[in-house]
Antibody, heavy 125, light 111 residues
Framework: QVQLQESGPGLVKPSQTLSLTCTVS??????????WSWIRQSPGKGLEWIGYIYYTGNTYYNPSLKSRFTISQDTAGNLFSLELTSVTAADTAVFYC?????????????????WGQGTMVTVSS | QSALTQPRSVSGSPGQSVTISCTGA?????????VSWFQQHPGKAPKLIIY???KRPSGVPDRFSGSKSGNTASLTISGLQAEDEADYYC???????????FGGGTKLTVL
């Protein structure tokens, strides 16, 4: 059974750097069949795709977001991470990690099929 | 501002059918079939209910169906049940630059 679990601080001060981790179980993040994603949802708002990382280490980001986001992976630990620099109150949100199948692979579903439970991050002094 | 437009809200009575639309230029591109739909209950993570326009993941009731016409994708829920009350989001592959797009979400109220 594939499971994703986010972890990180619930509270971050303005201007600091937020670091979140998504620990994956039941499948290797080194699989060529999937991309590993971060998605956020501000309070009362919709879903916003942040970006994803492929097993090669290649990263892809939402071009509409300023380049404060960095996604990285730890294949030995089977986890991937999100870093967001210079946070402001506008970054307060629930952050989800999710899996999406590669559209060039016959395996997997080419949609965000498995999600973590989400982690709430509040930016406040 | 989302490049995928959904109605803010829809409603229906138990047993009825409702349809939620998702409109965007990317959906109308020939051969494009990477549209998916998610159901999100309050305080919960989104759940995939439709992918590749019409396909249902294992365990999703066949009351949920998807379709596409022109630049609009649609999610139809038939035989509405109280537990269908939730927010629904469409998602589409946005091409090699935009990559992934979500609609703004639609709140479904079961009357």
């Amino acid at each position: 059974q594939v499971q994703l679990q986010e972890s990180g601080p619930g509270l971050v001060k303005p201007s600091q750097t937020l670091s979140l981790t998504c620990t994956v179980s039941g499948v290797s993040i080194s699989s060529a069949d999937y991309y590993w994603s971060w998605i956020r949802q501000s309070p009362g708002k919709g879903l916003e795709w942040i970006g994803y990382i492929y097993y090669t280490g290649n990263t892809y980001y939402n071009p509409s977001l300023k380049s404060r986001f960095t996604i990285s992976q730890d294949t030995a630990g089977n986890l991937f991470s999100l870093e967001l620099t210079s946070v402001t109150a506008a970054d307060t949100a629930v952050f989800y990690c999710a899996r999406i199948g590669s559209r060039s692979s016959s395996s997997g579903v080419p949609a965000f099929d498995i999600w973590g439970q989400g982690t709430m991050v509040t930016v406040s002094s | 501002q989302s490049a995928l437009t959904q109605p803010r809200s829809v409603s229906g009575s138990p047993g009825q059918s409702v349809t939620i639309s998702c409109t965007g230029a990317i959906i109308g591109i020939g051969g494009h079939y990477y549209v998916s739909w998610f159901q999100q209950h309050p305080g919960k993570a989104p759940k995939l209910i439709i992918y590749d326009v019409t396909k249902r993941p294992s365990g999703v009731p066949d009351r949920f169906s998807g379709s596409k016409s022109g630049n609009t994708a649609s999610l139809t829920i038939s035989g509405l049940q109280a537990e269908d009350e939730a927010d629904y989001y469409c998602h589409s592959y946005g091409g090699t630059y935009i990559l992934e797009l979500f609609g703004g979400g639609t709140k479904l109220t079961v009357l």
